[in-house]
């Protein structure tokens, strides 16, 4: 008998035990998951208000999320993470800084969009240093592949973008060939180029690192069509 094909997921599974004042956050934090996921997402009732919606895929410690956040008010953050150290860490950020604009899923970002996210509702998704999953042999758990890559495009708005980043050059290569091969979405860099770094996008310890370790960091926005 044939072994079931496993579903390609968001994350893996690499974190440290949380400390106190990191579990009591993120035990007030899976209260309300329940609620937020028995059904598809009404962003107006979520937010309490109309706005752009951004998508954060993998937010690890929240550094993007929360400094776009504080610097555009006016537009809604979503982010999805399974990092509890980073979701702690984040929501301690949100309570600080009196964030009323970020919300936050602990659950596969999968499972996330296929199920709880209205179609045609987001404005932007980003994903940045998704796990490179380096062995070739893993490449097949990279979470950058076509079916992915799809679902995403039904939950944009038309003419919604997908920003990506990485540090590793294999990678960045496979997202855009996965890119330009799917045919429903346009480079906003033209055909087969990456994007210059922009200045939207902030600096992450992930960023750094790669600095550190003499890399190169890849950009990649396409539009939907």
């Known amino acids: 008998m044939n072994s079931p094909v496993k579903p390609i997921r968001s994350f893996v599974h690499r974190q440290k035990r949380l400390s106190k004042s990191q579990s009591c956050a993120f035990t007030a934090l899976l209260s309300a998951q329940n609620i937020l996921l028995s059904k598809s997402l009404d962003f107006k009732k979520l937010f309490q208000r109309e706005a752009s919606t951004i998508l954060e895929i993998g937010f690890g410690m929240g550094d993007s999320l929360q400094q776009q956040a504080s610097q555009n008010p006016d537009n809604n953050y979503l982010g999805i993470e399974v990092h509890r150290p980073g979701i702690a860490m984040l929501l301690t950020q949100i309570e600080k800084l ?24 987001l404005d932007l998704v980003q994903i940045f240093f998704p796990d490179p999953w380096l062995n070739t042999r893993h490449h097949k758990r990279r979470l950058i592949q076509a079916k992915f890559i799809n679902l995403l495009h039904e939950k944009l708005k038309p003419n919604g973008k997908l920003h990506l980043a990485t540090d590793w050059q294999d990678y960045a290569q496979h997202m855009l060939k996965v890119m330009e091969n799917m045919g429903n979405w346009q480079n906003m860099a033209g055909k087969n180029q990456f994007t210059p770094r922009p200045s939207t996008r902030p600096m992450t310890k992930f960023e750094q690192r790669g600095h550190q370790l003499g890399h190169t960091i890849w950009d990649l926005i396409f539009s939907t069509l």
């Open 98 to 121: 009196k964030l009323n604009n970020i919300k936050i899923i602990y659950a596969d970002a999968a499972e996330v969009l296929a199920h709880s996210i209205p179609k045609h509702s």
